[in-house]
């Protein structure tokens, strides 16, 4: 893989979670959706509906609306608490992110044919120092990484179902975002598309 600008702190495990293993955590976010069924978020201030449809385990959820991004421990919709992270993520946080605390929210985001989530720095916790870790299931996503500013160059690679990406160090400051996914790709999401699984510690 070419180097990015800021490849300091990026990790990427190809199939660090086998076939077995993505089925098994499929199965429990699968479990956990009726108790926070997945919606589509709007843009802060313009409304814009986003093409990425989301939902969130944990004690605290990030949400975007009219009003702006913020973590929050109720679903916008129910208002009820998210749904508990799925105890093989909790366990995939303490082998990979070097965090001793654990990740208090986990964004779920769903892809269908034409999603793409822009390029974007994680910006909104207050543990700015704690890594972002993420699992990809389904489909192929075309995932592009810059650096610390949004005109750095940048590079994009394949995020496949079992990847798991670690963002810490100065790449947790870097511009990231997915170009797009490719349907019929993987078997694994019954109907198709993407989930990609974020974890986050959001308080210091
Ligand atoms: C996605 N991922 O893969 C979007 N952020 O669907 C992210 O925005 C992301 O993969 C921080 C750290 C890892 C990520
Ligand atoms: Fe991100």
Redesign the pocket.
């Known amino acids: 893989m070419a180097r990015a600008p800021t490849s300091d702190g990026f990790r990427l495990y190809p199939g660090r979670l086998d076939r077995t293993a993505q089925s098994a955590l499929l199965d429990a976010v699968m479990r956990r959706i009726p108790a926070a069924p997945v919606y589509q978020p709007v843009m802060p201030r313009s409304g814009a509906p986003m093409t990425?449809r989301m939902t969130n385990f944990g004690v605290l959820g990030w949400v975007s609306d009219i009003e702006g991004y913020r973590y929050q421990p109720r679903h916008p919709d129910t208002g009820d608490p998210w749904p508990s992270i799925p105890e093989p993520l909790l366990e995939l946080w303490r082998d990979v992110s070097g965090w001793p605390q654990p990740p208090e929210a986990c964004?779920v985001?769903v892809?269908g044919p034409g999603s793409r989530?822009g390029l974007?720095v994680?910006a909104d916790e207050d543990a700015r120092d704690a890594?972002?870790?993420?699992v990809?299931l389904g489909d192929t996503?075309i995932?592009r990484l810059g650096g610390l500013a949004r005109r750095s160059p940048t590079v994009s690679f394949r995020?496949s179902s079992g990847d798991v990406?670690?963002?810490g160090g100065e790449a947790?400051r870097a511009f990231?975002?997915?170009d797009r996914v490719i349907s019929g790709s993987s078997t694994l999401v019954s109907g198709g598309g993407?989930i990609?699984l974020?974890l986050?510690r959001v308080t210091r």
């Open positions: 990425v964004l985001n892809y989530l974007h994680d890594p972002v870790v993420s990809s996503a995932f995020l990406v670690v963002l947790r990231h975002g997915i993407r990609n974020t986050r």
